[in-house]
DNA sequence: GGGAGAATGTTAAAATTATAACAAGCCTTT
DNA sequence: AAAGGCTTGTTATAATTTTAACATTCTCCC
């Protein structure tokens, strides 16, 4: 019901990709439909959490049946905005950026990584995949011709905050961060970390507690 | 104060990370105290959330003064388990393993990835810096001689569920996932899901909310 | 076509997490 | 050595998030 609108928690967005790639699983044995039920046994979720998520963006079940498997994906996609292809730039193509490279090739997905750049003249030029590594200075431009809203930023550390704010000059609406530290960015721009060392630190944790 | 057990939420822990690296980065500026409050600033965090969570583990604090920086770094250190080296195993040296096999030896920090696994027959013996990539077979006797604790998993989504149930026999306590699916684990085991998929999907919602 | 069973969407309660407020205490300066 | 100004640790309050409960309604089967 769009009467109020309500501003929808981030947790309930991170889900939505999880709840996603579990459809899409089901698709694949051609499971035609689910409860929140089912759902909560194979994800480890609650499933009042399950409908509760659902239903913020509208009724996709039908009562006494579930959800239709199929349909519920189509509407996830299409909440998150991946009924079109979204286009990506690759900033950093060192060994984790030509890693992430290849992986984006290889996975379905409509987020796909359409310019890859570099600031190390000996990288220019360089082909990853069907991606030919472009220099810097052709960021903006490239940015802006292709209307690219999100990026991943590879860079190594002390790159990465200038990196960072050339991405939102160029209008970058949202940066998948692998560089170790914390970028400044303005508030309109979301920003989501993937520090692999914070990770580790973290989990090192539950060693030993 | 020890005197009642308290379960530390994950949130908190999470941070702890985030704590050591921008305190790590004042030590390089040769800034000897800092204040919550700036903390707070630097790190877009309430001031008050930052001394809060330090007080769980104990009064590290100075009033009117702040916390002394190389010790506050210490006692994070402590914490997490971070004094001594923290052994790692990879398992999947594909791009991505070999990327993050490479980074680690950059990167300084405790966790430390000792030996790299893989399932295909032509990758084995390969060489990563001083690391040559070992059989599945070794898997458990390397895990169990080496004490290792913690493992990244870096496979294929179609090996990654078989290999889990191997570190977990082995007697893996933590997995840093990076196959785009969930694994099935027990609940001693905690993992942490790095999909980059996932996240790419999560941030493409917010280009267009 | 009607009743039983099932599963949703929603409302209410509980639990968790974040923020604010403040008393206590340490450092610095006079 | 005493006072003032900071800044902590902690207690209290607010906000958010999760879980439970239930009335509603849809499907399936007889």
């Keep these: 019901m769009p009467g109020k609108m309500q501003r929808i928690p981030d947790v309930v967005i991170r889900r939505l990709p999880v709840y996603l790639r579990y459809l899409h699983q089901l698709q694949e044995y051609e499971v035609e439909t689910v409860s929140s039920q089912q759902m909560g046994v194979d994800l480890n979720l609650n499933p009042a959490q399950i409908r509760k998520d659902l239903s913020i963006f509208g009724d996709f079940g039908i009562k006494g049946m579930g959800y239709k498997v199929a349909e519920l994906a189509e509407q996830i996609s299409e909440i998150l905005g991946l009924n079109k292809e979204i286009p ?61 809203k999100l990026a991943i930023l590879a860079t190594p550390p002390a790159a990465a905050q200038s990196v960072c704010d050339a991405l939102v000059a160029a209008g970058i609406k949202a940066i998948l961060n692998f560089a170790p530290l914390l970028l400044q960015a303005p508030p309109h721009v979301r920003v989501s ?3 692999v060392t914070s990770e580790l630190q973290a989990l090192a944790y539950y060693l030993h507690g």
């Design 88 to 148: 990506i730039v690759l900033v950093g193509v060192g060994n984790l950026g030509a890693a992430l490279c290849r992986y984006n090739r290889y996975q379905e997905s409509a987020t796909k990584i359409i310019g890859i750049f570099d600031g190390h003249p000996s990288k220019i030029g360089q082909q990853h995949g069907s991606l030919e590594v472009r220099p810097m200075e052709e960021l903006t431009e490239f940015v802006q011709q292709h209307k690219v």
């Design 193 to 195: 970390n993937a520090d």
